[in-house]
């Protein structure tokens, strides 16, 4: 059960909602379980909320103490320890505060582990430094942390009254603060974008593609509908600024998504639905070829640029490694050429034609 429940969180499927069919399938495979579901008590099926969150519960607690367990061995040794926080709202409009760390393990190699997740009232960085600070309640001295790492977000980075600035002020003066390497490409990757209106043009169209559709169980179920029978399973993906590298994942969904989406927006045009002017806006974007070949464009440059970030966020990568990383993404984008980009768009039109949509040359 432990197994099958690690699966489910570490995929992000619901625990929830995949109870009954993970402890079915755990019967299968398991005659000592299959045994206990099948002679236990009738009300002993493990599919209570109460249950479920008690499980949920019971593997954070593991999972925290565990990490402290190593964290602390890691201090014996090496004195030293890195702490990385976000704040972010969850799915129930809370404001929660995540904590992780980075040590050295028994072989002196990094090694990044997940703490803890707190909810907060207050994202001050005086309020955010006080929850980091009740790490001492895991016997974690804040005074050995050397070095501390955080997105751009003023109350986190600012250098007079953020948490990095109490953080230094009150326990290392040597702390060493570095703003989330990933997230500086993000934000780069953005502005860039923003600087060419075409560019600016096609990104909008993926945001405007997923807020009609996610806005509306009504016109997501057309465009679910007209998925099936062409065997596409995909969920349309929100680009959003701070999401590192959203962008690739939205564009290449959409991409994929050309031809039943154009039948989704064509259908509800034609019905007169609500928002039906939207959808014509959003069908005469997407029946340009122009459109297509841009959207092509971004998704060929943003594949080395992922790579880029893979890498950077890999806890063994080192500056000596990322050099001829960020030359190789460099030289990927160097070698793209206007021809790859038209032959990739005219691709993708050439199916759309064959299925008889019309797409304006």
């Known amino acids: 059960m432990a197994v099958a429940s690690y699966c489910l969180f570490r995929q992000e499927m619901p625990h929830t909602a995949n109870g009954r069919p993970t402890l079915s399938a755990l019967s299968l495979v398991h005659p000592e379980a299959e045994h206990w579901f099948r002679t236990g008590p009738a009300n002993a099926h493990y599919l209570s909320a ?8 019971a593997w954070s607690v593991t999972a925290k103490d565990s990490t402290v367990e190593k964290v602390k061995n890691s201090l014996t040794t090496f004195k030293k320890l890195a702490y990385m926080a976000d704040e972010c709202t969850d799915a129930n409009d809370h404001q929660v505060l995540s904590h992780c760390v980075r040590y050295l393990d028994v072989s002196g ?17 005086a309020s955010v430094t006080t929850h980091i600070l009740e790490l001492n309640a895991c016997q974690l001295d804040p005074r050995q942390m050397s070095a501390c790492e955080f997105d751009g977000a003023a109350n986190f980075s600012g250098r007079h009254g953020g948490v990095q600035a109490l953080l230094r002020e009150n326990y290392n003066p040597n702390l060493s603060y570095t703003h989330c390497r990933g997230h500086l490409l993000q934000l780069a990757l953005v502005r860039a974008a923003e600087s ?18 996610s806005k509306s169980p009504k016109r997501l179920t057309i465009l679910e509908n007209i998925e099936d029978p062409l065997g596409l399973k995909l969920k349309l993906v929100q680009p959003r600024k701070t999401r590192w590298l959203s962008h690739e994942q939205s564009l290449a969904v959409v991409l994929k998504l050309l031809q039943p989406l154009l039948l989704a927006l064509e259908s509800i045009y034609q019905d007169g639905m609500d928002l039906s002017s939207e959808a014509g806006g959003l069908l005469l974007l997407l029946h340009s070829e122009k459109t297509i070949a841009i959207l092509s464009l971004v998704s060929l440059l943003l594949k080395p640029i992922g790579s880029l970030n893979n890498a950077i966020q890999a806890s063994a990568t080192t500056v000596v490694d990322l050099c001829p990383a960020i030359e190789a993404t460099f030289g990927s984008i160097r070698e793209l050429s206007i021809e790859k980009v038209l032959e990739e768009a005219k691709t993708s039109v050439q199916k759309l034609t064959n299925e008889g949509i019309y797409i304006e040359s």
């Open 196 to 213: 060419s209106k075409d560019i600016k043009k096609a990104i909008n169209v993926m945001s405007s593609l997923y807020s009609f559709f």
């Open 50 to 57: 109460r249950n479920s969150t008690d499980w949920l519960e």
């Open 109 to 125: 190699r990094p090694v990044d582990a997940f703490l803890d997740v707190q909810v907060i009232e207050d994202t001050s960085a």
